[in-house]
Nanobody, 121 residues
C-alpha cells in the first residue's frame, strides 16, 4: 500500500485540523488503516484505527471525543478530524496500513511520510 499524508500545520489550542491520507493498492479492503503520532523523544503511538468498511474502530484514550477517523472508499482516502486540539497533541502524524486488526506500530507494514501538527498554547 502506498500512502500520502497531508493536512498538518500550526493551530492554536482549541482549534481544529483535518489530516488526509491518500491510499493506493490493488486491494485496499483487506487492510486496517491507522493514524499514529510521534512527539520528539517519544515512541510512535496509535491515535486511531479503522477498517475500510468503517468498523473495527479504536481510539487512544487521550483523543476519544476529540478526534474522529473516517474513510472514503470511493476516493481511497483516510481522514483524521482533530478538534479541541491541545499542546500535547503536537507531533508528527503518520497514516499506516496493516493486514491485521492491530494497534502495534510493528504490525503496520505501510507508512506515509508523516505530517507535522503543532498546537500552540
Amino acid at each position: 500500500v502506498q500512502l500520502q499524508a497531508s493536512g498538518g500545520g500550526l493551530v492554536q489550542t482549541g482549534g481544529s485540523l483535518r489530516l488526509s491520507c491518500a491510499a493506493s493498492a490493488r486491494t485496499l479492503s483487506r487492510y486496517f488503516m491507522g493514524w499514529f503520532r510521534q512527539a520528539p523523544g517519544k515512541e510512535r503511538d496509535l491515535v486511531a484505527r479503522m477498517d475500510w468498511s468503517g468498523g473495527r474502530t479504536v481510539y487512544a484514550d487521550s483523543v476519544k471525543g476529540r478526534f474522529t477517523i473516517s474513510v472514503d472508499n470511493a476516493k481511497k482516502m483516510v481522514y483524521l478530524q482533530m478538534n479541541t486540539l491541545k499542546p500535547e497533541d503536537t507531533a508528527v502524524y503518520y497514516c499506516a496500513a496493516a493486514p491485521i486488526a492491530s494497534t502495534r506500530p510493528a504490525d503496520f507494514d505501510s507508512w506515509g511520510q508523516g505530517t507535522l501538527v503543532t498546537v500552540s498554547s
